[in-house]
Protein backbone atom coordinates (compact mmCIF):
# COMPACT_ATOMS: atom_id res chain seq x y z
CA UNK A 1 0.00 0.00 0.00
CA UNK A 2 1.05 3.46 -0.84
CA UNK A 3 2.71 5.83 1.95
CA UNK A 4 0.47 7.93 1.95
CA UNK A 5 -2.15 6.01 2.66
CA UNK A 6 -0.78 4.51 5.45
CA UNK A 7 0.08 7.86 7.34
CA UNK A 8 -3.51 8.41 6.62
CA UNK A 9 -4.45 5.32 8.45
CA UNK A 10 -2.46 6.00 11.09
CA UNK A 11 -2.99 9.70 12.23
CA UNK A 12 -7.04 8.71 11.96
CA UNK A 13 -6.13 5.83 14.63
CA UNK A 14 -3.55 7.87 16.60
CA UNK A 15 -6.48 10.96 16.95
CA UNK A 16 -10.02 8.56 16.89
CA UNK A 17 -8.60 5.81 18.96
CA UNK A 18 -7.82 8.05 22.36
CA UNK A 19 -11.48 10.38 21.53
CA UNK A 20 -13.20 6.95 21.68
CA UNK A 21 -11.68 5.11 24.05
CA UNK A 22 -12.72 8.55 26.57
CA UNK A 23 -16.00 8.94 25.33
CA UNK A 24 -16.63 4.97 25.83
CA UNK A 25 -15.16 5.36 29.27
CA UNK A 26 -17.05 8.36 30.52
CA UNK A 27 -20.46 6.47 28.95
CA UNK A 28 -19.98 3.32 31.00
CA UNK A 29 -19.60 5.55 34.25
CA UNK A 30 -22.49 7.53 33.24
CA UNK A 31 -24.76 4.48 33.34
CA UNK A 32 -25.98 4.21 37.00
CA UNK B 1 -30.02 29.96 44.54
CA UNK B 2 -28.94 26.88 43.35
CA UNK B 3 -26.59 26.40 40.78
CA UNK B 4 -27.24 24.76 37.87
CA UNK B 5 -25.10 21.59 36.96
CA UNK B 6 -25.13 19.24 33.72
CA UNK B 7 -27.19 16.24 33.02
CA UNK B 8 -24.63 13.84 32.06
CA UNK B 9 -20.68 13.37 31.53
CA UNK B 10 -20.88 12.81 27.87
CA UNK B 11 -23.08 16.24 27.76
CA UNK B 12 -20.33 18.13 29.59
CA UNK B 13 -18.11 16.97 27.27
CA UNK B 14 -19.95 17.29 23.82
CA UNK B 15 -20.67 21.21 24.97
CA UNK B 16 -16.67 21.26 25.69
CA UNK B 17 -15.57 20.02 22.31
CA UNK B 18 -18.52 22.20 21.22
CA UNK B 19 -16.80 25.50 22.74
CA UNK B 20 -13.48 24.19 21.28
CA UNK B 21 -14.45 23.40 18.14
CA UNK B 22 -14.97 26.43 15.61
CA UNK B 23 -13.91 27.92 12.42
CA UNK B 24 -10.07 27.63 13.27
CA UNK B 25 -10.25 24.00 13.37
CA UNK B 26 -11.13 24.14 9.83
CA UNK B 27 -9.71 27.08 8.25
CA UNK B 28 -6.43 27.24 10.31
CA UNK B 29 -5.18 23.97 11.22
CA UNK B 30 -5.41 21.52 7.58
CA UNK B 31 -3.50 24.73 6.40
CA UNK B 32 -0.51 24.84 8.90
CA UNK B 33 0.01 21.24 9.33
CA UNK B 34 0.00 21.21 5.93
CA UNK B 35 2.70 23.66 5.55
CA UNK B 36 4.57 22.40 8.74
CA UNK B 37 5.62 19.49 8.34
CA UNK B 38 1.93 17.63 7.19
CA UNK B 39 1.90 14.29 9.56
CA UNK B 40 5.09 14.91 11.17
CA UNK B 41 3.52 18.40 12.43
CA UNK B 42 1.13 15.98 14.97
CA UNK B 43 4.36 15.20 16.96
CA UNK B 44 4.59 18.48 18.32
CA UNK B 45 0.76 18.79 18.27
CA UNK B 46 -0.39 16.22 20.37
CA UNK B 47 3.34 16.15 23.01
CA UNK B 48 1.63 19.84 23.39
CA UNK B 49 -2.02 18.61 23.53
CA UNK B 50 -0.93 16.15 26.60
CA UNK B 51 1.14 19.05 27.85
CA UNK B 52 -0.23 21.99 27.97
CA UNK B 53 -3.99 21.93 26.05
CA UNK B 54 -5.60 19.00 28.82
CA UNK B 55 -3.51 20.70 31.81
CA UNK B 56 -5.27 23.76 30.44
CA UNK B 57 -8.47 22.42 30.55
CA UNK B 58 -8.42 21.02 34.13
CA UNK B 59 -6.93 24.02 35.67
CA UNK B 60 -9.63 25.96 34.07
CA UNK B 61 -12.69 23.46 34.88
CA UNK B 62 -10.82 23.02 38.65
CA UNK B 63 -10.83 26.71 39.40
CA UNK B 64 -15.02 26.78 38.07
CA UNK B 65 -15.81 23.65 40.11
CA UNK B 66 -14.02 24.64 43.40
CA UNK B 67 -14.95 28.36 43.42
CA UNK B 68 -18.66 27.26 42.08
CA UNK B 69 -17.93 30.40 39.44
CA UNK B 70 -17.73 31.88 36.45
CA UNK B 71 -14.44 34.36 36.12
CA UNK B 72 -16.03 36.70 38.39
CA UNK B 73 -16.57 34.35 40.99
CA UNK B 74 -13.35 32.33 40.70
CA UNK B 75 -10.87 35.53 40.31
CA UNK B 76 -12.45 37.23 43.18
CA UNK B 77 -12.24 34.03 45.62
CA UNK B 78 -8.15 33.98 44.97
CA UNK B 79 -6.17 37.23 43.09
CA UNK B 80 -6.78 40.48 45.36
CA UNK B 81 -8.79 42.65 42.78
CA UNK B 82 -9.93 39.68 41.01
CA UNK B 83 -13.14 40.95 40.95
CA UNK B 84 -12.35 43.50 38.03
CA UNK B 85 -10.05 41.12 36.11
CA UNK B 86 -13.43 38.94 35.70
CA UNK B 87 -15.39 41.40 34.96
CA UNK B 88 -12.68 42.50 32.17
CA UNK B 89 -12.46 38.81 30.74
CA UNK B 90 -16.00 39.14 30.36
CA UNK B 91 -16.37 42.28 28.53
CA UNK B 92 -13.62 40.44 26.42
CA UNK B 93 -15.90 37.89 25.54
CA UNK B 94 -18.69 40.07 24.65
CA UNK B 95 -16.13 41.67 21.78
CA UNK B 96 -15.31 37.90 20.96
CA UNK B 97 -18.83 36.85 20.47
CA UNK B 98 -19.69 40.38 19.23
CA UNK B 99 -17.49 39.68 15.58
CA UNK B 100 -17.45 36.19 15.38
CA UNK B 101 -21.37 36.03 14.92
CA UNK B 102 -20.58 38.72 12.10
CA UNK B 103 -18.47 35.66 10.76
CA UNK B 104 -20.85 33.01 11.76
CA UNK B 105 -23.67 35.56 10.21
CA UNK B 106 -21.69 35.30 6.82
CA UNK B 107 -21.55 31.17 6.83
CA UNK B 108 -25.34 31.38 7.35
CA UNK B 109 -25.39 33.57 4.30
CA UNK B 110 -23.50 31.13 2.17
CA UNK B 111 -25.67 27.94 3.31
CA UNK B 112 -28.83 29.60 2.39
CA UNK B 113 -26.89 31.06 -1.19
CA UNK B 114 -26.34 27.42 -1.69
CA UNK B 115 -28.93 26.24 -0.82
CA UNK B 116 -30.75 28.33 -3.38
CA UNK B 117 -28.41 28.04 -6.46
CA UNK B 118 -27.07 31.88 -6.19
CA UNK B 119 -23.23 30.95 -4.82
CA UNK B 120 -23.70 28.30 -8.32
CA UNK B 121 -23.71 31.40 -9.99
CA UNK B 122 -21.95 33.73 -8.44
CA UNK B 123 -18.29 34.53 -8.88
CA UNK B 124 -17.06 33.80 -5.28
CA UNK B 125 -14.98 36.62 -4.88
CA UNK B 126 -17.36 38.84 -5.73
CA UNK B 127 -20.11 37.49 -3.66
CA UNK B 128 -17.81 37.87 -0.65
CA UNK B 129 -17.11 41.35 -1.28
CA UNK B 130 -20.37 42.67 -1.46
CA UNK B 131 -21.69 40.71 1.30
CA UNK B 132 -18.90 40.78 4.20
CA UNK B 133 -18.91 44.64 5.50
CA UNK B 134 -23.07 45.50 4.40
CA UNK B 135 -25.94 46.37 5.86
CA UNK B 136 -27.44 42.33 4.57
CA UNK B 137 -24.35 41.32 6.86
CA UNK B 138 -26.16 43.16 9.86
CA UNK B 139 -29.19 41.01 9.58
CA UNK B 140 -27.78 37.46 9.78
CA UNK B 141 -25.34 38.82 12.58
CA UNK B 142 -29.11 39.13 14.26
CA UNK B 143 -29.94 35.82 13.65
CA UNK B 144 -26.85 34.22 14.69
CA UNK B 145 -27.36 35.92 17.60
CA UNK B 146 -31.09 35.51 18.06
CA UNK B 147 -30.88 31.32 18.02
CA UNK B 148 -27.72 31.53 20.41
CA UNK B 149 -29.75 33.63 22.94
CA UNK B 150 -32.76 31.12 22.09
CA UNK B 151 -30.51 27.94 23.22
CA UNK B 152 -28.45 29.77 26.22
CA UNK B 153 -32.13 31.16 27.68
CA UNK B 154 -32.91 27.41 27.38
CA UNK B 155 -30.56 26.74 30.49
CA UNK B 156 -27.54 24.55 30.42
CA UNK B 157 -29.22 21.46 30.49
CA UNK B 158 -31.81 21.58 28.48
CA UNK B 159 -30.61 24.41 26.18
CA UNK B 160 -26.37 24.36 26.13
CA UNK B 161 -26.08 20.53 26.75
CA UNK B 162 -29.25 19.45 24.24
CA UNK B 163 -28.33 21.90 21.45
CA UNK B 164 -24.19 19.88 21.93
CA UNK B 165 -25.56 16.42 22.20
CA UNK B 166 -27.75 17.01 18.92
CA UNK B 167 -24.77 19.45 17.40
CA UNK B 168 -21.84 17.71 17.46
CA UNK B 169 -22.36 13.98 16.69
CA UNK B 170 -24.12 15.98 13.31
CA UNK B 171 -20.98 17.60 13.10
CA UNK B 172 -18.79 14.30 13.22
CA UNK B 173 -21.24 12.78 10.64
CA UNK B 174 -20.99 15.44 8.05
CA UNK B 175 -17.44 15.93 8.43
CA UNK B 176 -16.90 12.19 7.95
CA UNK B 177 -19.48 11.93 5.14
CA UNK B 178 -17.85 15.23 3.42
CA UNK B 179 -14.69 13.32 3.82
CA UNK B 180 -15.56 10.30 2.05
CA UNK B 181 -16.75 12.22 -0.76
CA UNK B 182 -13.40 14.44 -0.75
CA UNK B 183 -10.81 11.62 -0.96
CA UNK B 184 -12.78 9.31 -3.67
CA UNK B 185 -12.46 12.55 -6.17
CA UNK B 186 -10.20 11.79 -9.33
CA UNK B 187 -6.40 13.35 -8.01
CA UNK B 188 -7.29 13.23 -4.14
CA UNK B 189 -4.05 11.45 -3.79
CA UNK B 190 -2.04 14.77 -4.80
CA UNK B 191 -4.22 16.47 -1.77
CA UNK B 192 -3.72 13.87 1.29
CA UNK B 193 0.07 13.87 0.23
CA UNK B 194 0.21 18.01 0.48
CA UNK B 195 -1.04 17.27 3.90
CA UNK B 196 0.09 14.00 5.26
CA UNK B 197 3.96 13.81 3.89
CA UNK B 198 5.91 14.05 6.28
CA UNK B 199 8.64 16.68 6.46
CA UNK B 200 10.71 15.43 9.68
CA UNK B 201 13.17 18.51 9.32
CA UNK B 202 10.17 20.46 10.02
CA UNK B 203 9.88 18.91 13.03
CA UNK B 204 12.83 20.22 14.66
CA UNK B 205 12.35 23.66 14.00
CA UNK B 206 11.20 25.85 16.83
CA UNK B 207 8.69 27.77 14.65
CA UNK B 208 6.96 24.50 14.06
CA UNK B 209 6.80 23.62 17.82
CA UNK B 210 5.80 27.54 18.31
CA UNK B 211 2.92 27.21 15.40
CA UNK B 212 1.66 23.96 17.06
CA UNK B 213 1.44 25.29 20.48
CA UNK B 214 -0.17 28.08 19.65
CA UNK B 215 -2.89 26.34 17.13
CA UNK B 216 -3.41 24.21 19.75
CA UNK B 217 -4.35 26.32 22.77
CA UNK B 218 -6.47 28.87 21.09
CA UNK B 219 -7.92 25.96 19.72
CA UNK B 220 -9.06 24.43 22.93
CA UNK B 221 -10.64 28.02 24.50
CA UNK B 222 -8.74 28.19 26.89
CA UNK B 223 -9.37 31.41 27.67
CA UNK B 224 -10.22 31.90 31.75
CA UNK B 225 -13.60 32.43 30.77
CA UNK B 226 -15.94 29.74 29.02
CA UNK B 227 -13.79 26.68 30.22
CA UNK B 228 -14.02 28.44 33.97
CA UNK B 229 -18.32 28.72 33.64
CA UNK B 230 -18.46 25.04 31.65
CA UNK B 231 -16.40 23.24 34.80
CA UNK B 232 -18.34 25.46 37.76
CA UNK B 233 -21.28 23.30 36.46
CA UNK B 234 -19.86 20.00 37.13
CA UNK B 235 -20.73 18.14 40.23
CA UNK B 236 -18.17 16.48 42.72
CA UNK B 237 -18.77 12.78 41.16
CA UNK B 238 -18.26 14.24 37.50
CA UNK B 239 -14.82 13.60 35.69
CA UNK B 240 -12.33 15.86 34.77
CA UNK B 241 -9.00 14.50 33.61
CA UNK B 242 -10.55 11.73 31.43
CA UNK B 243 -13.42 14.60 29.87
CA UNK B 244 -10.23 17.29 29.04
CA UNK B 245 -8.56 14.43 27.36
CA UNK B 246 -11.65 13.61 25.21
CA UNK B 247 -12.48 17.35 24.85
CA UNK B 248 -8.95 17.56 23.90
CA UNK B 249 -8.83 14.97 21.00
CA UNK B 250 -12.42 15.78 19.93
CA UNK B 251 -10.78 19.44 18.77
CA UNK B 252 -7.84 17.26 17.52
CA UNK B 253 -10.56 14.77 15.48
CA UNK B 254 -11.99 17.58 14.12
CA UNK B 255 -9.48 19.95 12.89
CA UNK B 256 -7.57 16.56 11.54
CA UNK B 257 -10.24 15.27 9.51
CA UNK B 258 -10.96 18.68 8.06
CA UNK B 259 -7.59 18.45 6.51
CA UNK B 260 -8.85 15.11 4.78
CA UNK B 261 -12.00 16.93 3.41
CA UNK B 262 -10.21 20.28 2.06
CA UNK B 263 -6.90 19.34 0.85
CA UNK B 264 -7.86 16.43 -1.70
CA UNK B 265 -11.21 18.33 -3.16
CA UNK B 266 -9.00 21.37 -3.42
CA UNK B 267 -6.27 19.80 -5.33
CA UNK B 268 -8.61 17.52 -7.18
CA UNK B 269 -10.46 20.83 -9.33
CA UNK B 270 -6.57 22.75 -9.23
CA UNK B 271 -6.98 25.30 -7.03
CA UNK B 272 -4.21 27.04 -4.71
CA UNK B 273 -5.00 25.74 -0.86
CA UNK B 274 -5.30 28.88 1.04
CA UNK B 275 -6.71 29.50 4.80
CA UNK B 276 -8.73 31.63 6.53
CA UNK B 277 -11.78 33.51 5.77
CA UNK B 278 -10.29 33.18 1.96
CA UNK B 279 -10.27 29.64 2.30
CA UNK B 280 -14.11 29.39 3.52
CA UNK B 281 -15.48 32.24 1.62
CA UNK B 282 -13.39 32.28 -2.05
CA UNK B 283 -11.63 29.13 -2.50
CA UNK B 284 -13.70 26.44 -1.06
CA UNK B 285 -16.99 27.81 -3.23
CA UNK B 286 -15.22 27.68 -6.31
CA UNK B 287 -14.36 23.53 -5.87
CA UNK B 288 -18.25 23.82 -5.05
CA UNK B 289 -19.11 24.44 -8.54
CA UNK B 290 -16.65 22.85 -10.23
CA UNK B 291 -17.75 19.44 -8.19
CA UNK B 292 -20.71 17.05 -9.84
CA UNK B 293 -23.01 17.58 -6.40
CA UNK B 294 -21.38 20.56 -5.03
CA UNK B 295 -24.44 22.03 -4.36
CA UNK B 296 -25.04 19.37 -1.74
CA UNK B 297 -21.38 19.03 -0.88
CA UNK B 298 -21.56 23.10 -0.25
CA UNK B 299 -24.39 23.06 1.81
CA UNK B 300 -23.55 19.94 4.27
CA UNK B 301 -20.24 21.80 4.61
CA UNK B 302 -21.84 25.16 5.67
CA UNK B 303 -24.05 23.31 7.79
CA UNK B 304 -20.98 21.62 9.46
CA UNK B 305 -19.66 25.39 9.68
CA UNK B 306 -22.33 26.32 11.27
CA UNK B 307 -22.54 23.65 14.01
CA UNK B 308 -18.92 24.55 15.28
CA UNK B 309 -19.80 28.25 15.21
CA UNK B 310 -22.94 28.55 17.14
CA UNK B 311 -21.57 25.19 19.65
CA UNK B 312 -19.08 28.45 20.49
CA UNK B 313 -20.99 31.40 20.82
CA UNK B 314 -23.04 29.30 23.06
CA UNK B 315 -20.21 29.13 25.72
CA UNK B 316 -19.48 32.57 24.76
CA UNK B 317 -22.76 33.67 26.01
CA UNK B 318 -22.79 31.78 28.40
CA UNK B 319 -20.10 33.27 30.05
CA UNK B 320 -21.52 36.60 31.22
CA UNK B 321 -25.02 35.45 31.33
CA UNK B 322 -24.35 33.24 33.99
CA UNK B 323 -22.67 36.56 35.62
CA UNK B 324 -25.88 38.40 35.16
CA UNK B 325 -27.58 35.57 36.90
CA UNK B 326 -25.17 35.43 39.51
CA UNK B 327 -24.21 38.83 40.19
CA UNK B 328 -27.05 41.06 39.30
CA UNK B 329 -29.88 38.02 40.21
CA UNK B 330 -31.17 38.37 36.87
CA UNK B 331 -33.28 35.39 35.50
CA UNK B 332 -31.92 33.27 32.77
CA UNK B 333 -34.22 34.73 29.94
CA UNK B 334 -33.91 38.31 30.82
CA UNK B 335 -30.33 37.76 31.04
CA UNK B 336 -30.07 36.20 27.95
CA UNK B 337 -32.09 38.13 26.11
CA UNK B 338 -30.11 41.99 26.94
CA UNK B 339 -27.16 40.71 27.10
CA UNK B 340 -27.46 39.17 23.43
CA UNK B 341 -28.86 42.40 22.42
CA UNK B 342 -26.38 43.91 24.00
CA UNK B 343 -23.75 41.89 21.91
CA UNK B 344 -25.46 43.39 18.79
CA UNK B 345 -24.87 46.78 19.72
CA UNK B 346 -20.79 45.91 20.37
CA UNK B 347 -20.59 43.98 16.89
CA UNK B 348 -23.18 45.79 14.83
CA UNK B 349 -20.36 48.54 13.46
CA UNK B 350 -17.95 45.32 12.75
CA UNK B 351 -20.73 44.44 9.98
CA UNK B 352 -20.14 47.71 8.30
CA UNK B 353 -16.90 48.89 9.00
CA UNK B 354 -13.42 46.63 8.37
CA UNK B 355 -11.51 48.74 10.59
CA UNK B 356 -13.76 48.37 13.63
CA UNK B 357 -14.10 44.44 13.00
CA UNK B 358 -10.13 44.57 13.20
CA UNK B 359 -10.06 46.51 15.97
CA UNK B 360 -12.80 44.51 18.36
CA UNK B 361 -11.08 41.01 16.88
CA UNK B 362 -7.63 41.89 17.39
CA UNK B 363 -7.51 43.31 20.99
CA UNK B 364 -10.20 40.53 22.05
CA UNK B 365 -8.07 37.60 21.10
CA UNK B 366 -4.75 38.56 20.21
CA UNK B 367 -3.67 41.25 23.23
CA UNK B 368 -5.81 40.83 25.68
CA UNK B 369 -8.22 37.12 25.94
CA UNK B 370 -4.74 34.95 26.12
CA UNK B 371 -4.44 36.85 29.32
CA UNK B 372 -7.54 35.30 30.72
CA UNK B 373 -5.70 31.60 31.01
CA UNK B 374 -2.88 32.91 32.85
CA UNK B 375 -5.37 34.79 35.60
CA UNK B 376 -6.65 31.41 35.72
CA UNK B 377 -3.70 29.92 36.49
CA UNK B 378 -2.69 32.35 38.70
CA UNK B 379 -6.03 32.31 40.72
CA UNK B 380 -6.25 28.41 40.55
CA UNK B 381 -2.19 28.33 41.81
CA UNK B 382 -3.06 31.17 44.96
CA UNK B 383 -6.42 28.80 46.14
CA UNK B 384 -3.40 26.16 46.68
CA UNK B 385 -2.46 23.67 44.35
CA UNK B 386 -2.72 21.23 46.79
CA UNK B 387 -6.29 21.59 47.34
CA UNK B 388 -6.93 22.54 43.28
CA UNK B 389 -5.03 19.14 43.23
CA UNK B 390 -7.41 17.08 45.57
CA UNK B 391 -10.30 19.08 43.74
CA UNK B 392 -9.23 17.99 40.35
CA UNK B 393 -9.37 13.41 41.57
CA UNK B 394 -12.88 13.94 42.82
CA UNK B 395 -14.54 11.84 40.64
CA UNK B 396 -11.98 11.45 38.29
CA UNK B 397 -12.13 8.15 36.35
CA UNK B 398 -8.00 8.00 35.64
CA UNK B 399 -5.22 8.53 37.85
CA UNK B 400 -3.53 12.33 37.76
CA UNK B 401 -0.18 12.58 38.27
CA UNK B 402 1.65 13.96 41.05
CA UNK B 403 3.89 16.09 38.26
CA UNK B 404 0.41 17.91 37.34
CA UNK B 405 1.46 20.58 40.73
CA UNK B 406 4.82 21.07 39.72
CA UNK B 407 3.67 22.04 36.14
CA UNK B 408 0.57 23.74 36.64
CA UNK B 409 3.12 25.90 39.62
CA UNK B 410 5.98 26.70 38.13
CA UNK B 411 6.08 25.68 34.12
CA UNK B 412 1.71 26.30 32.66
CA UNK B 413 2.28 30.30 33.42
CA UNK B 414 5.69 30.43 31.66
CA UNK B 415 4.05 28.57 28.82
CA UNK B 416 0.94 30.72 28.48
CA UNK B 417 3.29 33.85 28.41
CA UNK B 418 5.51 32.54 25.84
CA UNK B 419 2.50 31.73 23.58
CA UNK B 420 1.05 35.52 24.40
CA UNK B 421 4.57 36.87 23.68
CA UNK B 422 4.92 34.37 20.07
CA UNK B 423 1.99 35.84 18.77
CA UNK B 424 3.81 39.09 18.03
CA UNK B 425 6.47 37.97 16.85
CA UNK B 426 5.33 35.04 14.95
CA UNK B 427 2.48 37.60 13.46
Given amino acids: MDIVYLIAIFVVLIIYGPLIWALYRLSKASTP | MVRETWGSRVGFVAASIGSAVGLGNIWMFPMRAGLYGGAAFLVPYLV ?45 MIMIFAFYSLVLGWILRYFIATLTGELTKANPGAFFDALAFSKEALLWQFIVIAITIGIVAMG ?18 LLIMLTI ?22 MMSGKTWMIALSQMFFSLSVLGTTMVVYGSYLKESDDIPLSAIATAFGDTAVAVTAGFLIFPAVFSFGVEPTAGPGLVFVTLPMVFQKMPGGILFGMLFFLLLIFAGLSSTVSMLEVYVDSAITKLNMSRKNASVLLG ?22 ISTVYIGPLGALI ?41 IVIYISQFVLG
Avoid: C
Wanted: net charge positive.
Fill in chain 2, 376 to 416: AALALIRLGIEKAHEELRKGALIEVPEAWKPWVKYLYPIVI
Fill in chain 2, 341 to 362: LATFIVGAPSALSPSYFDWIAN
Fill in chain 2, 156 to 173: VQKGIERANKIMMPALFV
Fill in chain 2, 48 to 92: LLFTVGVVGLTVEWTLGRSTKGGPIEAFAKALPGGKYLGILVNII
Fill in chain 2, 181 to 202: RSITLPNAYEGLKFYLLPDWSK
